[in-house]
């Protein structure tokens, strides 16, 4: 479905793939913007004390130097004596899970994906795609606090593209070699008990974010990391988990990163009377898990019919218009006027084809929160109905109130 309809494809799909790589299409897209406009929302707009970033990808090397992952960021990794296989080893058991031959020793393999940066052959300098978009906001640190009047407590919000070498890249485009991430690092005074509240605070306010767009808060838990499973700049962390269909799985990473990452790129922050080195908060998402996620949460099949019950802020369309006849110039007319108005305001669909009945199918897979028909009655009473997606329940709504009904019920 999710190629049929266009939201995901699979990436250089006419080369034969590259795995671990998905292009998103039309829907996909808007699914994708719509989870980050509603992130941005409540993490950015509806608070005082955070503010945006946009890094670039490639930074100089040492800041990955610096930041311990050139030498910690590294999974283990076995590979299969008999068939080559490469396999994460805490995702295997003794043996092959392809053939069953046996397993080297596990050895550390970094993730960071290498590039080139250069003209010249010679004089090519090895970089690294960002392997989580988070340093970009810490070797900004110092620029961020100049050039606002933030003050400490205050969070860096920051949306981007980031890369990893993954070994198992697998389970659709949960985990992927190039993937987007949604981020806030918030940083506080170097005190247990402050990073204890804004941990709290920020784990439950994740979850809560999650829940208010619709996942079952049964598919969602918190998991506490054991000692030995940390990113080596944690000092406590926590995943917001989900049920998928191939098991709980990370959802989203709550993490104590203490002076970790500052100190190492040597800064601090000056307060009137002290000067100290602030310790980390961070909320770090992935766009396309979410979207997946989302996805999957919001899929639903009754009968023949399927409904993809998104909530409206995230679905791709907030609604769609029809002529109850394709072939009724009037009907025709009237429709693409209500749907102008609309697009001035909203993502609109317009559909001609086939019966009613299917054209509501097809937007319900799709999850059109409401569906719009001009008919015989809307020439003589400038009405529309309107037709949600989730009841199936028709009202008529007069044509200079469909963009107010609209608002109101999108919310
Ligand atoms: N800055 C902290 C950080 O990057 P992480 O737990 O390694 O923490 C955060 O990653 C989130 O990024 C994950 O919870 C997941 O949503 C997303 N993510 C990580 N690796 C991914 C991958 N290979 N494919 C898709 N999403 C990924």
Redesign the pocket.
């Known amino acids: 479905m999710a190629k049929r309809r266009g939201f995901v494809f699979p990436g250089s799909e006419i080369y034969g793939g590259f795995g671990?790589f998905w292009d998103y299409g039309p829907l996909g897209t808007e699914l994708k913007n719509n989870i980050k406009k509603a992130w941005w929302q409540s993490m950015v707009y509806d608070r005082d004390d955070v503010v945006g970033a946009d890094a670039a990808i490639i930074m100089n090397p040492k800041v990955w130097e610096a930041s311990g992952h050139t030498e910690a960021f590294t999974d283990p990794l076995v590979e299969c004596k008999a068939c080559h296989h490469r396999f994460r080893a805490d995702k295997v058991k003794e043996v092959c899970p392809d053939c069953g031959g046996e397993l080297t020793e596990p050895k550390k393999f970094n993730l960071l994906t290498e590039v080139y940066i250069g003209t010249v052959e010679e004089n090519k300098t090895k970089a690294y795609l960002r392997?989580?978009?988070?340093q970009g906001v810490f070797v900004n640190f110092a620029n961020i606090v100049n050039s606002t009047r933030v003050k400490i407590p205050f969070g860096v919000a920051q949306i981007g593209k980031?890369f990893?070498n993954?070994i198992t890249?697998g389970n659709f485009?949960?985990?992927?070699?190039?993937?987007?991430?949604m981020?806030l690092e918030y940083f506080i005074k170097p005190d247990e008990k402050e990073a204890d509240k804004q941990f709290d605070f920020w784990k439950q306010e994740r979850m809560n974010w999650y829940v208010s767009l619709g996942i079952a808060k049964d598919n969602l838990r918190f998991r506490e990391h054991e000692d030995n499973e940390r990113?080596h700049?944690a000092k406590a962390?926590v995943?917001?988990e989900y049920q998928a269909p191939f098991g709980w799985s990370?959802?989203?990473?709550i993490?104590n990163r203490g002076d970790y990452d500052l100190k190492n790129h040597k800064l601090s922050y000056k307060d009137e009377n002290e000067e100290y080195t602030p310790w980390v908060i961070?909320t770090?998402?992935?766009?396309?898990?979410?979207a997946l996620f989302f996805l999957i949460d919001s899929y639903q099949e009754d009968g023949e019919r399927v409904i993809l019950k998104l909530n409206p802020k995230l679905a791709p369309f907030k609604a769609a218009v029809f002529p109850l006849l394709p072939n009724k110039e009037e009907l025709v007319g009237k429709a693409k006027e209500v749907y102008q108005m609309l697009k001035k305001e909203f993502n609109v669909a317009w559909d001609e084809r086939g019966n009613i009945g299917k054209r509501y199918f097809a937007q319900d897979e799709i999850g059109t929160p409401y569906c719009l028909t001009v008919d015989f009655t809307s020439l003589e009473d400038d009405t529309v109905t309107f037709r949600d997606r989730d009841t199936a329940k028709q009202e008529r709504v007069s044509v200079d109130k469909a963009v107010p009904y609209l608002q109101n019920k999108l919310g």
């Open positions: 671990g392997g989580e978009i988070t980031a990893r993954e890249p485009t949960f985990r992927s070699l190039e993937f987007e991430q981020e990113a700049y962390a995943d917001i990370e959802f989203e990473g993490h961070e770090s998402g992935g766009v396309d898990r979410a």
